[in-house]
């Protein structure tokens, strides 16, 4: 798809974009850019647009998009500490997705999911991106460290020391 992109056919690129999309808004909520994400996401698939020249033959587009939201992410809220509540509003619409569940069990259900976003939330930039790649992007280890543009020991390191912390910060709650 990506050569018939290459080749100037804006339908092929519009079904990556299509296809992508979503997962990059995710990324895009949970790196911290809130209400911004669609414009980051825009204008990351602007940017993927414009540099699909230097783009590696054979390797994985999804992985090279979500390192350039990520760096528009971090572009956008480069010195600032606060994150968005814009996160918790993505959990609840998948919450609401889950057809036939019991309210209580919802409510439950939505009640650790915002327990465990908070605790993500404190987690140093750098483990709070593997963490959100990893598991609530459910990306593999070798994506996670492409889309962040890190080694895999890396990735493993800062999950394995991510997990603790949330299990410390969970265990009290």
């Known amino acids: 798809m990506l050569a018939r992109v290459r080749a100037g056919d804006t339908a092929a690129y519009a079904e990556l974009v299509t296809r992508h999309a979503p997962v990059a808004r995710r990324l895009a909520i949970l790196s911290g850019a809130g209400s911004d994400a669609d414009d980051v996401v825009q204008e990351a698939f602007v940017k993927a647009y414009r540099s699909l020249s ?3 033959d054979g390797a994985e587009f999804r992985p090279w998009l979500l390192r350039i939201v990520v760096n528009e992410s971090r ?5 600032q500490c606060r994150r968005s ?5 993505v959990v609840r619409e998948d919450a609401r997705l889950v057809t036939g569940s019991d309210p209580a ?3 439950v259900s939505e009640e650790r999911r915002e327990a465990l976003l908070g605790a993500i939330r404190t987690l140093p930039r750098e ?6 790649c990893r598991y609530l992007l ?3 280890e070798t994506e996670t460290a492409a889309s962040l543009d890190i080694p895999n020991g890396t990735v493993k390191s800062r999950l394995r020391r991510g997990l ?10």
Request: net charge negative; charged share 45%.
């Open 138 to 140: 459910e990306l593999s």
């Open 105 to 107: 069990d919802l409510a």
């Open 164 to 173: 603790a912390r949330l299990r410390e910060e969970l265990a009290d709650a």
């Open 127 to 132: 483990l709070r991106e593997v963490v959100t």
């Open 85 to 89: 509540d814009r996160e918790l509003r």
């Open 54 to 56: 230097s783009f590696r």
């Open 75 to 79: 572009n956008l809220h480069r010195g």
